[in-house]
């Protein structure tokens, strides 16, 4: 029987193939080795490829494209209601394949090795941040067991930190000093890494001409651009402006029943990287908004004056992610006027 659709449960080397006909009867649900999926799936040229969006299968999406297959890649959430019986290799490709065959399903679409480059770019920033946040929290944690508290920031303790360990009528003691001087040395090095990466978000956003033309956006600049353009790409895998800002959490939970509408706060799915970047650059237009006349800081001071601050940053991070996909389904400019 002809194999119209192939569910693949990927793995580091033993992959788990499913194939289902028209029918989507089973045809054959096998393990096969991470060398020989390719020249497999060579023998199946007008097969439809379904996955699971996840490690590795970005990979695996832009190979079998190269090869003419349709790829569909599928987020593990919408899978996981399709797998029957026990859990194991065999009924998660079969599931897959009962996914991929739904037709509201969502897909997503493989990256691309430039947005590849993007995005690893900024998880590991995210990452170093987070180390050089919980090593600051440290460092002011030991401190103050020695009676020593610095103000708020980094910046103050970068600047107080040497002029601590150098004065000698605190209370730290020689072994405190050691530790502390390491510290301070290893809060240094994470902080040339960090830079480092920046300078490459930087470069990066001024040489992609999409991530270029985002920056014209009021309140987006380098990290938010090369974010939306890494995570988004060029915007077909939506259905629209509402979808993409859905996608990334900034839409109203739904709890409506028996004809009665109910809305709460946002849902926060999806990416929540840029999520923040965008309440962040939505927060640096309510800043300035009262000294500015563009479109959007006016319209912000109507939101901030029904609204409130705090509920007015989540709608113009919705309106920025909104003209964010326009821009980059449409190619188009950013009109502040």
């Known amino acids: 029987m002809k194999v119209t659709l192939i569910g693949i449960d990927l793995a580091k080397n033993i992959f788990q193939v499913c194939g289902v ?6 045809v054959f649900n096998r393990s096969i080795k991470r060398a020989q999926l390719l020249t497999f799936l060579r023998t199946y040229p007008y097969a439809t490829i379904a996955m699971e969006a996840c490690s590795g299968s970005n990979y695996w999406g832009r190979e079998l494209l190269s090869l003419g297959h349709d790829v569909k890649l599928i987020p593990p959430q919408h899978v ?12 998660d490709a079969f599931a897959i394949c009962e996914a991929a065959q739904r037709p509201n ?23 170093r941040i987070r180390i050089r946040t919980a090593l600051t929290n440290q460092i002011r944690g030991l401190l103050s067991e020695y009676g020593i508290a610095l103000p708020k920031g980094r910046n103050p303790l970068n600047l107080l930190l040497p002029e601590l360990l150098e ?14 001087r390491e510290l301070m040395e290893e809060l240094r090095a994470i902080n040339v890494a960090i830079g480092s990466l920046e300078k490459d978000i930087k470069l990066q956003a001024r040489t992609h001409p999409d991530a270029k033309r985002l920056m014209g956006i009021r309140g987006v600049a380098e990290i938010i ?12 895998g939506y259905h629209g402006a509402r979808h993409f800002s859905a996608n990334l959490g900034l839409v109203p939970k739904e709890f409506s029943s028996g004809g009665k509408q109910k809305l709460g706060g946002i849902t926060k799915r999806g990416n929540s990287y840029l999520r923040r970047q965008l309440i962040q650059g939505a927060w640096s237009i309510i800043r300035y908004a009262s000294k500015s006349n563009d479109r959007i800081s006016v319209w912000a001071l109507k939101v901030i004056e029904r609204r409130g601050k705090q509920k007015a940053a989540v709608a113009i991070a919705n309106k920025l992610a909104r003209i964010i996909w326009a821009m980059l389904f449409h190619r188009s400019e950013y009109r502040p006027c």
Not at 80 to 91: A, E, I, L, S
């Open 21 to 26: 006909n028209q029918a989507g009867k089973s």
């Open 80 to 91: 996981k209601p399709f797998v029957k019986g026990n859990k194991n290799d065999r009924n």
């Open 105 to 127: 399903m969502i897909f997503v679409q493989p990256r691309t090795l430039p947005q590849v480059d993007i995005i690893i770019t900024h998880r590991i920033r995210e990452r």
């Open 167 to 180: 004065d000698a009528s605190n209370q730290l003691t020689t072994i405190a000093r050691q530790y502390m």
């Open 225 to 236: 651009a090369t974010a939306a353009v890494s995570f988004a790409g060029d915007g077909s």
